[in-house]
């Protein structure tokens, strides 16, 4: 414990622990202006639904005001539960109660509060590898060790997961267009996870933030639709409508509910129910059946724009694999380059991206780097991936 002078303070462990969000620190150094930002994890603000928004809002407040203003239940407004738990049926096969579904402040509550629900000091936790900065944000202060699992293309290798199962609390995978990666589970995988898993009784945190945003075919059906007692399950509006909404949801066993809601009251009593019947009064209308698709095209041609400039300005460079959804592309560079120091210099050259170090619990790669290919146009990608080669073909010549 660190006593500082100035302060009257001594902060306690778990505060100790917490550290800024390498992505939020570079994302102040890198939204001047005249940067193309290929770093922010943020969906294109040209596909939320305004006018939808306007008018629903309209309608809660004229229908619905002093319920829409009123505190809440705290597992959230009963519509908007059935309408997930139906959603969750079609969309990832699970046979789901409302009653299991909790609606959080963004997924990432969901993350707090399964670790909180989940999680002791120095308690076993596996990840991919990489993996989700905001979920080791949000355990780190639960004080686990986390593990990263040795992962390929298609996620955690089963037989690092079954090797590392034993008294861990839990594993968080990411089987839809991971955030860095892009990687998605193929079928095969997804059943292998799930036995490695539920052989030795070890729970599965599920988050599927970008399932929805696929391009040629919906990824296979989720992992909690294969062992529903044991996967915790976290969906999110904030890719398929808008973030600021800050709107999502946990899908939890029945034997774990109570936990959660317990914990969610603790943290914030309820998710704002203003937004909560907002949104439900447009996916009533049918909003996300048109809507989703369109955001679907926009991020594919973004996508192959992305591609292209890839192609043209970095082959045999790097290497990356063309994601089939989500907003990312995973880039491996040549050994001995490292995208953190780099990136001052990318800076300069009129590009940001995010150095892959900070997705990994141990042992990062400091050759590896983050592009986002949602949040600019593909003149402005091609800039920016453009100045991104200049950078590393300069570094290349001297490494
Ligand atoms: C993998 C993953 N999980 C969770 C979140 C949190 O999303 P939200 O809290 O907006 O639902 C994000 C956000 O970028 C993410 O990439």
Partial sequence: MKHNISSPFTLARRAERMNPSIIREILKVTEKPGIVSLAGGLPSADTFPVDAMREACARVLRDAPREALQYAAS???????????????????????????????????????????????????????????????????????IEGLASDHEGPLPDALAAAAGGARLAYLLPNFQNPTGHVYTEARRAAVVAAAQARGLPLVEDNPYGDLWFDAPPPKSLASRWPEGVLYLGSFSKVLAPGLRLGYVVAPAALYPKLLQAKQAADLHTPIFNQRIVFDVIRSGLLETHVPKTRARYKLQRDAM??????????????????????????????????????????????YVPGAAFYAQAPRANSLRLSFVTVPPDKIEDGVAALARVLHEAEGRA
């Fill in 307 to 352: 591609q292209a400039s890839l192609d043209k300005h970095l082959s045999g460079l790097a290497s990356w694999a063309r994601p089939e959804g989500g907003m990312f592309f995973w880039l491996e560079l040549p050994d001995g380059l490292d995208a953190m120091a780099l990136l001052p210099k990318a800076v300069e050259a009129g590009m940001a």
């Fill in 75 to 145: 597992e959230g407004f009963g519509p908007l539960r059935e309408w997930i738990a139906a959603h969750l049926a079609t969309s990832q096969g699970m046979t789901v109660s409302p009653e299991q579904v909790l609606v959080t402040t963004g997924s990432q509550q969901g993350l707090d509060l399964a670790a909180k629900v989940l999680i002791d000091t120095d308690a076993r936790v596996l990840v991919e590898t990489p993996t989700y900065l905001g979920a080791l944000q949000a355990f780190t202060p639960y004080e686990p060790r």
